[in-house]
């Protein structure tokens, strides 16, 4: 039987820029595994077919399905921006677009994970970062793999938002380990697959300059 509370309470959202290709295997995944639950589709400006594409989607996934045009591309992380003030489910699930959920069973005790304490705020694979947003062992701050994490929305609203970054988390992550906010490990990469780097192989992220600086400063430990 479908989980009408969890449909009530989870709202999930992918953004796609120019991959329609690994959206359409991205959603139907999905929503072959949670036909209940909401999903925001969130196309970043694309001058492709994608919107054809999102709109075929949204008429043939099961469940509903919304999608938002974006005008431009305003990037990952203000696009999740976007997302996040717009949904007004307690819970928000994002997956990337080149993701494939292999099967059910993860929202259910992520958001239970989440419900549990006031102070847990996100839930998904957690790694750990240094104050540049690289993978460090001796990093300081524990971050939610955005390809497949679950946050709670009235704490996001507490903290600096997403923003245009290699980990568009980081910023917001900072802030929730210094308020006291935890990450709450869960091992979603048993249930859906991530095959990386989808978007930012073929389009890059867009950094310039200051991608190439935070690399270099970071191989000096500064």
């Not at 925001?40 to 938002?68: F, Q, T, Y």
């Not at 540049?132 to 497949?148: E, H, I, L, N």
Request: glycine residues 6%; charged residues 25%; aromatic residues 10%.
């Amino acid at each position: 039987m479908p989980d009408r509370d969890l449909a009530a309470q989870v709202t999930a959202v992918v953004i796609n820029y120019q991959t329609p290709d690994l959206l359409e295997t991205a959603v139907r995944s999905f929503t072959d595994a949670y036909p209940e639950v909401p999903l925001l589709i969130i196309d970043n400006g694309s001058a492709d077919d994608s919107r054809a594409r999102i709109e075929a989607l949204r008429r043939d996934a099961p469940g509903v399905v919304e999608a938002w045009m974006l005008e431009e591309n305003v990037y990952h992380g203000p696009a999740m921006h976007r997302a996040m003030e717009r949904v007004r489910t307690p819970y928000v699930y994002f997956f990337d677009s080149d993701t494939e959920t292999k099967r059910a069973g993860f929202l259910e005790p992520m958001r239970e994970a989440l419900a549990a304490q006031p102070h847990h705020y996100a839930s998904g694979h957690v790694v750990t970062v240094n104050r540049r947003g690289f993978r460090d062992p001796k990093g300081t701050v524990p971050v939610p793999a955005s390809a497949y994490m679950m946050l709670k929305r009235d704490v996001y609203h507490r903290l600096p938002p997403f923003i245009h970054h290699g980990l568009p988390v980081l910023q917001n992550c900072v802030a929730a380990a210094k308020a006291g906010y935890a990450i709450v490990p869960f091992p979603v990469e048993d249930y859906v697959m991530h095959f990386g780097r989808g978007t930012a192989e073929r389009y890059g992220y867009g950094l310039g300059l200051r991608s190439r600086l935070d690399y270099l400063l970071n191989k000096l430990g500064l």
